[in-house]
């Protein structure tokens, strides 16, 4: 089992920046791919960013490419989310997932919910305008 615990949310106005982090613990290894998903009030969840179990392949959903970059530090088994130029609509709660990938070195990560066996329980991310 992998245990992952976000942190790092808040409050910010409009054009501010926040950094995300998510912490593994348990059966970690390098070889788990990462993501983050976000879940706003009356929509359902949806994919923000992932990074591959190597590092070497990321991942974003349009509406935050340019501005978030995702990125990992195995070796405090660590993923972060810094997120930047931020709008009032990506106001939601952030869930890190995780899942091992048994992939080769360059193989992108998923940025399908059904791969991610392992949850956070989230972050809250206010964005006033």
């Known amino acids: 089992q992998v245990q992952l615990v976000e942190s790092g949310g808040g409050l910010v106005q409009a054009g501010g920046s926040l950094r995300l982090s998510c912490a593994a613990s348990?059966?970690?290894?390098?070889?788990?791919?990462m993501g983050w998903f976000r879940h706003a009030p009356g929509k359902e969840r949806e994919f923000v960013a992932a990074?591959?179990?190597?590092?070497?392949?990321?991942y974003y959903a349009i509406s935050v490419k340019g501005r978030f970059t995702i990125s990992r530090d195995d070796a405090e088994n660590t993923v972060s989310l810094q997120m930047n130029s931020l709008k009032p609509e990506d106001t939601a709660h952030y869930y890190c997932a995780a899942d091992r990938q048994t992939a080769p070195y360059n193989t992108p990560p998923s940025a399908s919910e059904a791969f991610y066996a392992y949850w956070g329980r989230g972050t809250q991310v206010t964005v006033s305008s």
């Open positions: 348990g059966r970690t290894s390098s070889s788990l791919a």
């Open positions: 990074i591959n179990w190597s590092g070497s392949r990321t």
